[in-house]
């Protein structure tokens, strides 16, 4: 049976190749879409979920949307997506408008309304994640398990500590992860690590195919940079690999490990990640903070994980 989901997400190009996974995988159910400001506006956001899955064909997948903005903070919008969140990739408009429901009602419903538990895909700032477990608790015995790209055991990237979607809201990310929700994180360690060679993703936007065209033009704006360099070819699929884990979690290498979300000075957002073997002296002197267990992806096979989401939507495997 196909493994139902609920993405959330703050549509940039990672996110919608994300979305393609998720909505053209024979392998997943994809319930619906629930969106929140981060690397856009909200409004922006839910346009471009929109035009992505009218792109995969799937204009039957609910959307609805949620926070303009952080639990506490200002939104802080992200830089490497561009004004409009898909570097300038032109898809047409969807014929779809959004659910009536706020995001938070429309997870609840559908997350109660499943016959099966849901796995929850947070792709995003979890605000959204975080109102719906703090005002609807019923329906955490109805969640699988939450899978999030977000977080590090090692740098960040929105701060030397912090990756961005835990930065962006802290609060929101610590309050899910006290849930009891089951957590994956795949974090930078292995978010970092999976992409689709430049020559390959050129033959793809050249190409016939035309959700191919939409795939490679994603990927040509996949670029990061050195410190006072020029930006360059990453090909990084991005929030994409977390969807991929769930329909092939032996591709990555992972450990239950104690997880804390630091929500005070410069490490504000960073996610301490304990990978010591034995205890150590904050545990001997009464130190120790609050630390969830959560399955954490560590060490992944890289070039397994784009076969699977190229063959997810229906592409060639990249060789």
Known sequence: ????????????????????????????????????????????????????LAAAGRTDVPVAAGARRPLIEAARAATVHGTDGLGGVALDPSPRQVEPDHAVEFLRRTILASPEPVTLVALAPQTNIALLLRTHPEVVDRIERLVFMGGSASVGNATAVAEFNVWHDPEAAAIVLDSGVP???????????????????????????????????????????????????????????????????DALGTRLLPVHVELAGY?????????????????????????????????????????????????????
């Open 1 to 52: 049976m196909p493994i139902p989901v609920i993405l959330d997400v703050d549509t940039g190009v990672d996110d919608a190749l994300a979305l393609l996974v998720a909505a053209r995988h024979p392998g997943l159910d994809l319930l619906g879409v629930s969106c929140v400001a981060g690397n856009v506006s909200l409004d922006r956001v839910v346009e471009n979920t929109l035009r992505v």
């Open 267 to 319: 490490a504000r957002g960073q996610t301490l990640v304990d990978l010591r073997t034995r205890p150590g002296e904050d545990l001997v002197h009464g130190l120790s903070v609050e630390w969830t267990p959560v399955e954490v992806a560590l060490t992944v096979d890289a070039p397994r994980l784009v076969r699977v989401f190229l063959e997810s939507i229906g592409l060639a495997s990249a060789s």
């Open 183 to 249: 957590a994956y994180m795949y974090g930078l360690d292995v978010f970092n690590a999976v992409a689709v060679a430049q020559d390959h993703a050129a033959r793809l936007a050249s190409g016939d195919d035309p959700l191919g065209r939409v795939v490679g033009a994603l990927l040509g704006n996949r670029v990061s940079s050195a410190h006072g360099g020029e930006p360059e070819y990453s090909g990084l699929i991005g929030d994409a690999g977390a969807v991929c884990s769930i329909v092939d979690p």
